[in-house]
């Protein structure tokens, strides 16, 4: 298989909520929610680096496409990793997703490893990594 990874879709409980947590909490470049002329279209897609996108798309919708029974949600499923640069930019972004509503379960600290990071969860509980390593450059 080409790697070919352009979008991660997370599906969420209020479309609306999660929006407002993505678009105004964080600050991700959104278009808004479209798709809502369709039955379980209603869709926000958000620009991460070039070629990737995350979708928030309802639970239920998504179980729906996918054929799949809707399920109760685990945090520990897996988590979105988002590398920043130094770690200053690590507190800056923890902060902001506490002030956006987001649940913090790891406190921005150093890591085993030799890094920084901390966890946090969005409004429906998916779990967020921010994290700099100092072995990883980023280009400009």
Same mark, same amino acid.
């Given at each position: ?6 979008v /991660? ?5 209020? /479309?609306?909520? %999660? ?28 620009? /991460? ?11 239920? &919708? /998504? ?10 949600? %685990?945090?520990?499923?897996? %988590? ?5 640069? &130094? ?19 790891? #406190? ?20 967020? #990594?921010?994290?700099? &390593?100092?072995?990883?450059v980023?280009?400009?």
């Amino acid at each position: 298989m080409k790697p070919r990874i352009a979008v /991660l879709t997370i599906g969420v409980d209020d /479309l609306e909520r %999660s929006l407002g947590f993505y678009r105004d909490g964080l600050g991700l470049l959104t278009q808004g929610i479209i798709g809502t002329e369709f039955e379980h279209g209603a869709v926000a897609f958000f620009d /991460l680096q070039a070629g990737l996108k995350l979708a928030i798309w309802e639970r239920k &919708n /998504l179980a729906h496409d996918s054929r799949m029974p809707l399920s109760t949600p %685990s945090p520990t499923e897996f %988590s979105i990793g988002h590398n920043v640069e &130094n770690r200053d930019e690590v507190d800056q972004i923890m902060e902001a997703a506490r002030k956006a509503g987001a649940t913090i379960t790891v #406190e921005a600290q150093d890591t085993f490893w030799g890094g920084y990071s901390g966890y946090f969860q969005d409004p429906d509980g998916h779990l967020w #990594e921010v994290v700099w &390593n100092p072995d990883w450059v980023f280009e400009a």
